[in-house]
């Protein structure tokens, strides 16, 4: 099982600011997964990533808003950008093990995030 | 596109037996999971099914029916610390991102 660390774990930001959320895995993945929960809501995907390419992003989220690194096979970034009201969320990052035919899907912390 | 349905909430009673009925629609499918998740944190995973019939993990056990679109979670013998949200999510490809449901809150009482 993969075990990540996603930081910071929460913060309160000014609008107009902008936050870079980490995950480190502690083991060597290819896909990243970003997703951003709503207040009372479910999960979203914002993006895949992959490393040594640019990230997949959904509909409705786009690479200037949510910039995305991932430098290598074990750490990924998310920023949020230009902050308003509307981004305060929970953003998690994830990860898959597939041994076939099972898989488990992993979450860091979470990441609190309100802005005001 | 992809739909997926589960009941918004449920009450029950501790003791009792309740059981969380997803079903879904969706273009490709590799598996179904569940995840529990309590207020203000991450999604806890439970089960993948990915064959049909019932997998049993102590109180808590999943079925699936590919044929039918039809999983469900069920927790026996509930405990106060069950009251949480309850994520049934769609895998369609190894490698791709999980679909969520919008999530069943439980709540359990005395």
């Known amino acids: 099982s993969a075990v990540i660390s996603q930081k910071p774990s929460r913060d309160i930001c000014q609008r107009g600011t902008s936050l870079t959320i980490q995950c480190q895995v502690d083991s060597q993945v290819t896909m990243m997964f970003w997703y951003r929960q709503q207040p009372g809501q479910s999960l979203t995907l914002i993006a895949t990533?992959?490393?040594?390419?640019?990230?997949?992003?959904e509909s409705g989220f786009v690479i200037d808003k949510f910039p995305i690194s991932r430098p290598n096979l074990t750490f990924s970034t998310l920023t949020v950008s230009n902050m308003s009201p509307e981004d305060s969320s929970i953003y998690l990052c994830?990860?898959?093990?597939?041994?076939?035919?099972?898989?488990?899907?992993?979450f860091g912390q979470g990441t609190r995030l309100t802005v005001v | 596109g992809q739909n997926i349905d589960q009941p918004t909430e449920m009450t029950a009673t501790e003791g009792a037996i309740v059981q969380i009925n997803c079903t879904y629609q969706t273009s490709g499918f590799n598996g179904l999971f569940w995840y529990q998740q309590h207020a203000g944190e991450a999604p806890t995973f439970l089960s993948y099914?990915?064959?049909?019939g019932l997998e049993e993990k102590g109180r808590f056990s999943s079925f699936l029916s590919r044929s039918k679109g039809y999983s469900y979670l069920l927790l026996k013998e509930l405990q106060m610390k069950d009251s949480a949200s309850y994520l049934c999510?769609?895998?369609?490809?190894?490698?791709?991102?999980?679909?969520f449901g919008k999530g069943t809150t439980l709540s359990v009482s005395s």
């Open positions: 994830s990860v898959e093990d597939h041994f076939y035919p099972n898989t488990e899907a992993f």
């Open positions: 990533a992959n490393q040594g390419s640019e990230a997949t992003y």
């Open positions: 099914n990915v064959l049909d």
């Open positions: 999510a769609i895998l369609k490809k190894a490698g791709t991102a999980l679909i």
